[in-house]
């Protein structure tokens, strides 16, 4: 996989696909004035969480801010909680005897967690508890930042899917399987923080492109990548071209979301508007 994304990138590249920038510019195609994309990484050690004054200004100049989910509406953080819980399982129940009592031993052990009172909930949930730990930090976010500036600035904020949509995709593989990757992501703790730790690193250098063709070569993930990644980027665009139409709106993603040929900058760029890096 990882060879096809190089020979990919050798024959596509452009001085596009090159540009480093969190924060990108969308304007033409009829738009009356430009909006603006950025991308995140949901959760950020302190040192690393410092939006760029260019970007608040931008969120402040916007009509209006969409998230990949609307975490300002109660009724979709109430889904959420409702979709971190397995249904009438628990992780005891989708692991053999060996694999439950090594990951009960790594919760205790490296997050001082029962592993038993925490079993009901749905294993990349288990997973998302490790990240403190990858991080070495208590993390922040940057869309609890974006959200907070947009409720000071009194900005509408939108979601560009559901939760229960997003959850839905996330569910996909079963509960088996998601129990198998966490099981493998722990059984290969220091492989695992060692691939998270180059996402961050290319996160820190703005390296859109580079962070889709990370992606791109993660083989435990290859079947589920056009689920997570590309089907709802291409969802998202009449939801963007629809609210880029009314006004000027700041959107911030996942990073993940933006490079490459199915990421929405390019699905932006097909459509005929003009993409520029900030």
Known sequence: MLRVVVLFCLLTGSAFAQQK???????GNGLKQPS???????????????ISPTAMEKLKDAG????????????????M????????????DLTDSTDYAFLSRFYQ????????????????MLMSLLYPKLLGCSPGSPELVFMQAASTAKKPIMGLEKAADQFAVI????????????????REYEKSRNEFNEMLDLYRQQDVEALYRLTESQP?????????LWNRNANWIGVLEKAMAEKATFV????????????????????????RAL
């Not at 920038?21 to 304007?27: G, H, Y």
């Not at 052990?109 to 990349?124: N, Q, T």
Request: hydrophobic share 40%; net charge neutral; glycine share 8%.
């Open 64 to 79: 209006q801010m969409y998230l990949e989910i609307d975490m300002d509406d109660p009724q979709e953080m109430s889904s």
């Open 109 to 124: 052990d490296s997050l001082h967690i029962s592993l038993a009172a925490v079993g009901k909930m749905k294993p990349f």
């Open 21 to 27: 920038s969190l924060l990108w510019e969308v304007s």
């Open 171 to 186: 569910d996909k593989p079963g509960p088996k399987k998601t129990a198998e990757q966490l099981v493998k992501f722990v």
């Open 81 to 92: 909680m409702n979709n971190m819980y397995l249904k009438g399982q628990t992780l005891k």
């Open 36 to 50: 603006y994309l950025y991308g995140t990484f949901h959760l950020l050690c302190q040192k690393d969480l410092k």
């Open 252 to 275: 911030a993603v996942g990073a993940g979301h933006l490079g490459g040929p199915k990421g929405v900058l390019a699905l932006l760029r097909a459509k005929g508007y003009q993409i």
């Open 220 to 228: 435990d993930y290859a079947d589920q990548i056009e689920d997570l």
